[in-house]
């Protein structure tokens, strides 16, 4: 059983900075690719990803002011986002799959975290 917890979100005004983590516990040989995705008033959609060897991708919308890494030592991933802007704001979910394709992982979830972004 994997499991995957996010942390880190909260409120934060727009030109700030934040930064979310999800620590994965469990059988985790069984995840490679990771990614963030997230969810506002419709759906879910991917933000960023990366494999285990370092491979990223992002969503044009965050492509600069987010970055996406990982470290496997620790099981964890983060979400650095700098400049956030309002339209950011949504529940932010972390996700993992056992393949290394970066464009949808989706095998395991993690519960979510709110990220507000006030102007």
């Known amino acids: 059983q994997v499991q995957l917890v996010e942390s880190g979100g909260g409120s934060v005004q727009a030109g700030g900075s934040l930064s979310l983590s999800c620590a994965a516990s469990g059988i985790i040989v069984n995840i490679n690719a990771m990614g963030w995705y997230r969810q506002a008033a419709g759906m879910r959609v991917l933000v960023a990803s990366i494999?285990?060897?370092?491979?990223?991708y992002y969503a044009d919308s965050v492509k600069g002011p987010f970055t996406i890494s990982r470290d496997n030592a620790k099981r964890t991933v983060y979400l650095q986002m700098n400049s956030p802007k309002p339209e950011d704001t949504a529940v932010y979910y972390c996700?993992?799959?056992?393949?290394?394709?970066?464009?949808?992982?989706?095998?395991?979830w993690g519960r979510g975290t709110q990220v507000t972004v006030s102007s």
């Open positions: 996700a993992g799959d056992r393949t290394n394709l970066l464009g949808h992982p989706d095998d395991y």
């Open positions: 494999s285990n060897s370092g491979r990223t």
